[in-house]
C-alpha cells in the first residue's frame, strides 16, 4: 500500500512536536512527505519547521551536498537564519571550526539552541552526528571553552557532565579506562536526574565496554533493563532505536549467536532496502554478524556502500572500524593481501588519532592478523600496545566474533567420559571406572575430538562447557 502523502500544514504540525523530543524515526517516517513539498511551499514563512524535517531526511539518505544546499538557500537573518544554524550544526560535514563559528553566531545573537541533535541515537558522543573524535586532545586542556560552548545548544545544568562523557570517550580509547570508568560515572548519575536523560545510552554503553575492556562480569540483561526503563520514563525513541543492537555488541562476548541470528532475521537493518545514515551504528554491528555467519561477500558489499558516505561525512573513526572490520573478513577467507591493505588503512587513522581500544577491542579476531602483520611490516610502539589489548581481550572473550557448531550430539557414555575428564581422571582411571579397556576409552576420546572439532582434552571440556554439554 502507497504511504499516504501529507499536508505542508500536517508536516509542520508534526515537526513542532518533533522539535521539543527530536525523534528521528518520527521525521524519517514522514520522508516521502517532506521530499513531496514544492518549492513555493517551502518559501513559505510559516512553512519553515519543514525545511528542517527535508534537511535531516536528506542527511540521513547520504545526501550530504542537496542537505548543504537546501541550507545554503535559506537567509542568514530572522527565523529562518536561526534555523540555519540549527541545521548546520548536525551536517556530518561541517569542520570543527565551521562548527565553533556557528556557536560564535549564537553567542552574539545571545539566542541558544538547546537540545541539538548530536548523538543521533548512537552510543557515542564525541561520534554521534558529527565525528569529533579528533577533538580529543583540546579536551584536557579547553575545558571552560567547552562546556560554555556546550551551553548554547544544551541546557547549561548538564553541560559539565556532557564534558565528563565526552572526555571519557576519549580516555578509554587512549586505554586509560579507568580513568573514563571515574568520569562515566558520574555521568550517569546527572543524566539519570538531568533534562537530557536520552545521553544515558550513550554512558551506560560507554560504562559497559568499560568493563568488558577491565575483565568484569558484566549483567548484560541489567544494562538492557536500564535503558528500556529510561526508554519507558522520558519516552525518547532517538536511543531507542539502536538499543537492540547495542544488546547484540555486547552478546558477542557472551558468544550468544541466538540472540544474534534472532536479530539478524527479524531486526537488523536491510541495507539493500531503504538504506539510512541513522543505521550506522546497526550496520557496524550486522557486518560482525557478517563475519560470524561467513557472509565475506555481503560483508565488503555494504562496507563499500558505507564508505563514499563515510568520506563525504569525514567520518574518520567510522573509516577505520569498516576497515578494520574488512581486515579480519579478508584475513579469515584466507586473502592475506588484502587483509593487509586493509589494516593498513585502518592502522594509519587509528595510530594518528589514537584509537587504541578501537583496534584492541576486536580480540582475537584482529590479534593473529596484527602478528602476522607485524612479521611483515616490522614493529612499533604502536603495534605492540594493539597486540597487547587484543591479547587481553581474546583471553577474556574468547567467543567474540566465533561460531561453535556441534556437529553431531555427544553420546551418553561420550558425555560422562568428557565429565570425568573434566575432573582430572586419566584414561587409566576412565577405563577402570567404566571397566572397559584403555583402547576403547580412547575411541571414545577420537570421537568427542571430531564432533567438538578439537584437539586435546582441555579444548574438548572447554568447547563442552561453552556448549552447555558439561
Not at 539566542?111 to 579528533?134: E, K, M, Q, W
Not at 602483520?373 to 614493529?379: A, H, L, S, V
Not at 597486540?387 to 553431531?408: C, G
Amino acid at each position: 500500500m502507497a504511504e499516504q502523502l501529507l499536508s505542508a500544514d500536517e508536516l509542520e504540525r508534526r515537526m513542532e512536536c518533533i522539535a521539543s523530543t527530536y525523534h528521528l524515526v518520527d521525521v524519517r517516517h514522514d520522508r516521502l512527505s517532506y521530499y513531496a513539498l514544492t518549492q513555493e511551499e517551502l518559501n513559505k514563512s510559516e512553512y519553515w519547521l519543514c525545511i528542517s524535517g527535508k534537511f535531516l531526511n536528506l542527511v540521513m539518505d547520504g545526501e550530504l551536498d542537496k542537505a548543504m544546499e537546501l541550507i545554503n538557500s535559506l537567509p542568514s537573518d530572522g527565523q529562518m537564519g536561526f534555523l540555519k544554524l540549527g541545521c548546520l550544526l548536525v551536517h556530518p560535514q561541517i569542520t570543527w571550526k565551521e562548527f565553533k563559528g556557528i556557536i560564535n553566531s549564537l553567542k552574539s545573537a545571545k539566542c541558544p539552541l538547546v537540545h541539538v541533535i548530536l548523538t543521533a541515537g548512537r552510543p557515542s558522543v564525541l561520534n554521534g552526528f558529527n565525528d569529533f573524535t579528533r577533538l580529543g586532545p583540546l579536551l584536557e586542556s579547553r575545558k571552560e571553552l567547552f562546556v560554555e560552548d556546550l551551553s548554547w545548544i544544551y541546557e547549561k545544568s548538564v553541560c559539565p557532565a556532557i564534558y565528563d562523557m565526552c572526555l571519557a570517550e576519549y580516555y578509554y580509547q587512549l586505554d586509560r579506562t579507568f580513568d573514563a570508568e571515574v568520569l562515566v560515572s558520574k555521568t550517569i548519575k546527572e543524566f539519570d536526574r538531568g533534562s537530557e536523560r536520552r545521553l544515558l545510552f550513550a554512558a551506560l554503553s560507554l560504562q559497559t565496554k568499560i568493563l568488558i575492556a577491565q575483565g568484569k562480569s558484566v549483567n548484560l540483561q541489567s544494562y538492557i533493563k536500564n535503558i528500556r526503563k529510561y526508554v519507558r520514563q522520558t519516552g525518547e525513541a532517538e536511543f531507542y532505536y539502536n538499543l537492540d543492537a547495542a544488546k547484540v555488541m555486547t552478546a558477542f562476548y557472551e558468544g550468544d549467536n541466538d540472540l544474534m541470528s534472532h536479530w539478524l532475521k527479524d531486526k537488523a537493518p536491510d541495507e539493500f532496502a531503504d538504506f539510512n545514515m541513522l543505521d550506522l551504528f546497526r550496520y557496524m554491528v550486522k557486518m560482525r554478524c557478517y563475519i560470524i555467519e561467513e557472509k565475506y561477500t555481503a560483508l565488503v558489499a555494504l562496507a563499500e556502500k558505507l564508505r563514499p558516505l563515510l568520506e563525504a561525512g569525514k567520518r574518520h573513526m567510522d573509516l577505520c572500524e569498516i576497515d578494520l572490520l574488512l581486515a579480519i573478513c579478508f584475513y579469515r577467507a584466507k586473502k592475506k593481501e588484502l587483509a593487509f591493505e586493509a589494516l593498513g588503512r585502518a592502522l594509519k587513522i587509528a595510530r594518528r588519532r589514537k584509537y587504541y581500544r578501537l583496534v584492541g577491542d576486536e580480540g582475537e579476531a584482529i590479534l593473529n592478523l596484527l602478528v602476522d602483520y607485524i612479521k611483515e611490516k616490522g614493529e612499533t610502539d604502536f603495534l605492540v600496545k594493539l597486540v597487547e589489548i587484543a591479547r587481553s581481550m581474546a583471553i577474556n572473550y574468547p567467543l567474540y566474533l566465533t561460531k561453535f557448531q556441534k556437529k553431531e550430539a555427544l553420546s551418553q557414555r561420550e558425555t560422562e567420559i568428557l565429565k570425568l575428564l573434566e575432573q582430572g581422571k586419566s584414561k587409566e582411571e576412565i577405563s577402570a571406572f567404566f571397566f572397559v579397556s584403555e583402547n576403547t576409552v580412547k575411541y571414545h576420546m577420537k570421537n568427542i575430538y571430531t564432533k567438538l572439532d578439537s584437539t586435546s582434552a582441555l579444548q574438548a571440556i572447554w568447547k563442552a562447557r561453552i556448549m552447555g554439554i558439561i
